[in-house]
């Protein structure tokens, strides 16, 4: 399928309700979108957003009298705190609605354990993270996953990414690294130990000193100065943490910057999260994180600028990447549902999924048939560098998409 992008929506329609069924649509079948989400707990706003992205484009989606004779309605299963129970609890359900026709999230449980029962099921499955486990259920066998795709790409820039681009900064002399020594902690949890244990791999074979590497418990975090009074006792040029909740990290930021080193600090995922910048307001400013699949919002993908304005005027709120991913999400599948025509037909609209290419908010998303994650190069979903300057978010790497410089942060100069 070449690259397409149908144009099922030419505005929101004002003063919508909030209802996301099509009221008064009595003649048009209605198909059930499940989104599984942790709505409550320390990832609740992931979850929050999670929601309002499948929310808003199914109420465009219905505003312009659906997708071949049908309308879509939304049905959220809570997972909570993502574990194995809350998340076979909230799969349960929705598998047992007969009208579903697809579930969504942007992540789930820690093991994405899901995908079997989803694919046993012939239920469509789009997924957000723990790429490292989706790859890991699929790839001996794909054909038998035909359903189940994912928006982020393969993890393996989140292992050995940092390290070039924090070198080449070096080098470039916009960073001043007075050592060549590392301090990272994660907590324990697939996602962020993994990235973790990739980081210090990465840095370790190349000469860099790993002067702490401490895994804590996972979940809420309101004291991180244990761990910062060992980093002050031997400071690194570069400090990483891993933590993926939000509020992990504002707390960690706030909690640097009460007496900071001279190290450039890079935190995972969590300031792409608008509630970092909520939370940690001007201590924000100058760390530096990452993301695969994050929005691309830059002037090459008007997309981006798009889906986040639709957004601003929906909720009065800036959406992070999950939001857009689920977003994104909604509108392949109704992609695919018009191409096959039969909702029912869940095996050849897998397939149709599997096949297409989309320009989205995230980049040009395309499926690797043999692990059906995402493509991940700079033509396609590429490893995007950010550094928070005066409140924004300024992407400095990979060049062509860049938005801005980085600026060696206050603290350090």
């Given amino acids: ?100 026709g697809a579930v969504l999230t942007g992540y789930a449980s820690t093991t994405n354990f899901e995908i079997e029962t989803m694919a046993e099921q012939e239920m469509i499955y789009m997924v957000g993270a723990q790429s490292p486990q989706t790859a890991a259920i699929i790839s001996p066998s794909p054909d038998d996953f035909g359903t189940i795709w994912s928006l982020t ?47 210090v791999e990465s840095f370790s074979a190349a000469g860099w000193e790993i002067t702490q590497n401490e895994l804590l418990p996972f979940g809420e975090i309101n004291d991180w100065r244990g761990f910062l009074a060992k980093v002050r006792q031997d400071p690194p040029a570069l400090l990483i943490n891993t933590d993926y909740v939000s509020s992990n990290a504002a707390t960690f930021m706030s909690q640097f910057k009460e007496n900071p080193t001279d190290s450039l600090v890079f935190i995972q995922y969590a300031p792409s999260v608008p509630e970092f910048l909520e939370l940690t307001k001007e201590n924000s400013n100058g760390v530096v994180y990452n993301l695969l699949g994050g929005i691309l919002n830059t002037p090459k993908n008007p997309r981006a600028a798009e889906v986040m304005a639709k957004f601003q005027d929906e909720y009065g709120l800036e959406t992070g990447t999950y939001g857009a991913m689920l977003y994104e999400m909604v509108y392949i599948y109704a992609d695919a549902l018009q191409e096959v025509g039969d909702p029912a037909d869940r095996a050849a609209i897998g397939e149709a999924i599997g096949a297409s290419t989309h320009q989205t908010a995230l980049g040009v998303v395309a499926f690797d048939p ?7 190069d700079d033509a396609h979903v590429p490893l995007q560098f950010y550094q928070i300057q005066e409140g924004e978010r300024v992407l400095f790497s990979p060049d062509q998409y860049l938005t801005g410089a980085f600026v060696e942060p206050d603290w350090m100069k």
Avoid at 19 to 28: C, E, I, K, R, T
Avoid at 162 to 173: D, K, M, N, Q, Y
Avoid at 178 to 197: M, Q, R
């Fill in 1 to 100: 399928m070449t690259m397409k992008r149908r144009n099922f929506i030419a505005a929101t329609v004002a003063g919508l309700s909030l209802a996301v069924s099509a009221h008064g649509a009595s003649a048009q079948e209605v198909i059930k979108i499940g989104v599984l989400a942790p709505i409550s707990g320390g990832a609740a706003a992931d979850g929050q957003e999670m929601v309002n992205g499948a929310e808003l484009a199914i109420k465009e989606i219905n505003a312009q009298g659906g997708i071949g004779g049908y309308t879509f309605e939304l049905v959220v299963g809570d997972v909570e705190d993502r574990s194995a129970s809350s998340v076979a609890t909230s799969v349960e359900r929705l598998l047992s609605n007969r009208d579903m």
């Fill in 370 to 376: 043999a692990t059906h994650l995402a493509l991940q």
């Fill in 153 to 199: 790409p393969s993890f393996d820039g989140y292992n050995t990414g940092v390290l070039p681009v924090i070198e080449g900064l070096a080098e470039a002399g916009t960073l001043d690294l007075p050592n060549k020594k590392l301090a990272i902690v994660s907590s324990d949890n697939p996602y962020s130990k993994g990235i973790a244990d990739g980081i």
